[in-house]
């Protein structure tokens, strides 16, 4: 009874930011679930080759191109998508930007914007493109990507553009879980702790005396992989999660505990 509730069988699922880090590792995690696969993501290499690997893994894989910032590119993909597939079960808005240590005092009109752009009005584009149809067809499940930085302020980089953003994400994701949850569809977001992904190679990779403080500050002592998320987002997408909405699984390692 309990596993059955994990597994997808017969559902479609599409991926913002699916071509790399979190996102690909979120197609890979609701593919061994047995649902098909949309990978979407601006960059083309990136769509073919996560949709290669996918289908490689023996997974129902598909592909599309998509900038989340442009909304009526949104609806277009989201149309297609139902058109093409006859539904749309799961919506998983990881696509997201972080161009970090810049002071607030320092940063300008469109770097501000550029996160905001992509954080927040894009997953919003994209919340309400893919909730429409889940609307109507009255059953769907959207996990958005927040992060531990939509509850803390992070140390040593300055960030307070990235860290509103995903304050944003949480409380849209309360928002729209309030009012779409008598109408069947679930909306849930999953909060990370630093992730080794592209995303956060400026100070993994680049920095040492930031990695150190990353470290110091989370109890396990480590960043986390995307395949942990993965788990989670996938838990959040599944019927053993039928319960849930309006929450934010915070996945940090323990980083909010301090």
């Not at 069988?9 to 098909?36: S, Y």
């Not at 998983?92 to 320092?106: L, R, T």
């Not at 150190?212 to 960043?223: F, I, N, S």
């Amino acid at each position: 009874m309990y596993l059955e509730k994990l597994r997808l069988d017969g559902q479609v699922a599409l991926v913002t930011g699916a071509g790399q880090g979190i996102g690909a590792a979120c197609a890979a995690a609701l593919g061994e679930a047995g649902a098909t696969v949309i990978v979407a993501d601006m960059v083309a290499d990136r769509v073919e080759a996560s949709v290669k690997a996918l289908k490689d893994a023996g997974l129902d894989a598909h592909g599309t191109i998509l900038d989340v910032t442009k909304s009526a590119d949104v609806d277009s993909v989201a149309a297609k998508a139902v058109a093409d597939h006859g539904r749309i079960d799961i919506l998983v808005n990881n696509a997201g930007v972080a161009k970090s240590d810049v002071k607030a005092e320092d940063t300008s009109d469109d770097h501000w914007r550029f996160h905001m752009d992509v954080n927040v009005d894009g997953l919003f584009w994209c919340c309400r493109a893919f909730g429409r149809h889940m609307l109507t067809q009255g059953k769907g499940s959207i996990v958005n990507i927040g992060s531990m930085s939509g509850f803390i302020v992070n140390k040593p980089q300055p960030q307070s553009f990235y860290n509103a953003s995903k304050a944003a994400v949480h409380h849209l994701t309360r928002s729209l879980a309030a009012e779409w949850g008598r109408r069947g569809v679930r909306v849930n977001a999953v909060a990370p702790t630093y992730i080794e992904t592209p995303l956060t190679s400026f100070g993994i990779k680049e920095n040492p005396e930031m990695y150190a403080t990353w470290l110091e500050m989370t109890p396990m002592g480590r960043v986390g992989q995307p395949d942990e998320i993965a788990s989670v987002v996938h838990f959040l997408a599944s019927d053993a999660a039928s319960l849930m909405t309006g929450a934010i699984v915070v996945a940090d390692g323990g980083y909010t505990c301090w």
